[in-house]
């Protein structure tokens, strides 16, 4: 897969991809809630005024993407000034995204057009994760993906099929593996649940996010079908990504050892895993989820409370 076709797919994704309420968003969260991890928190929040103002209390730091980096194609204003700070004073960071759509190669591009002073190790997504899964979950199975249009899979040990490329016949399907909601619908899904009712098989889910942020509102991302999947179809399927630990293990493996902290725009994800993997959270509210209304209310009717909240970082 090209560069030119990952940035097809985020338009595709964008553009196809419906939107809901921030409150529809947190609602169904909390309905899905006993899913998640178990974490426990701090039992108020720090404020502070940026990332910055707080580097001294940590070691190294684990990053989201949407919605504190970049809101889809576009870099959040002061992003890349911040990570040369951090580097500057010799803090490690690596980038952990739900993003699984495309390679971490091609992620490493993306951030680089977006100005962003990354290296390629410092990047860890979902799809990593999940791929390197996969053969320990089923051996030799033939997986069938749930991807955006033009998605490469040069980057799986294993076999890999587009399934809406693929043919009619989903019953030859062995394993479901769900990359991107880009092509995805609510017809297809109906076909989905009828496939999985009739013959059972494992569902891999590479991006757990039930929504994400984009410039033109909250998208459905693959963790809300797969959440629809185990309530219609009695599957369970298998999540990689945040707020699921072996995610949040192969990023800290890369930043290393010490008083860590997650900064991320999500409670249900970023702080809910972060703080499930004993790491320090950090909120940022002014570009992500909680971009449109004060996220104190959710905070005090999820009990999932950040170690500090800032605007931006």
Known sequence: ???????????????????????????RYQ???????????????????SLIETAERYDGFLFDSF???????????????????????????CILTNAASYTSEIAYGK??????????????????????????????????????????FEDAAVGVIDLLDAGDDWSRAEGFLFLSSARWTEVLQDRLVSELLMNPRPVVIANPDLIAPREDGLTLEPGWWAHDLQDRAGVTPHFFGKPFAAA????????????????????????LGGQAAGLDTILVTRHGLFAAEPVEPYIADSQIVPTIIIPFI
């Open 31 to 49: 309905e899905i809630r006993s899913r998640l991890p178990g974490a426990r928190f701090p039992s108020a929040p720090v404020y502070a005024g």
């Open 67 to 93: 919605g504190v980096l970049n809101v889809g194609e576009t870099a959040i204003e002061g992003a890349a000034e911040c990570l040369s700070a951090l580097r500057a004073m010799g803090k490690p960071f």
């Open 1 to 27: 897969m090209t560069l030119h076709s990952a940035a097809q797919s985020d338009a595709e994704m964008m553009t196809v991809v419906p939107t809901i309420s921030l409150t529809r968003a947190y609602q």
């Open 248 to 271: 949040f293990e192969n990023a800290i493996g890369r930043v290393g050892a010490g008083r860590l902290a997650m900064v991320g725009d999500t409670l249900h994800t970023d702080i």
């Open 111 to 152: 951030y680089r057009r977006l100005g962003l002073d990354v290296r390629r190790e410092e990047i860890v997504s979902s799809r990593d994760v999940a791929l390197a899964h996969l053969d320990g979950l089923a051996p030799d199975l033939r997986w069938s993906a749930i991807c955006a249009s033009g998605d490469g």
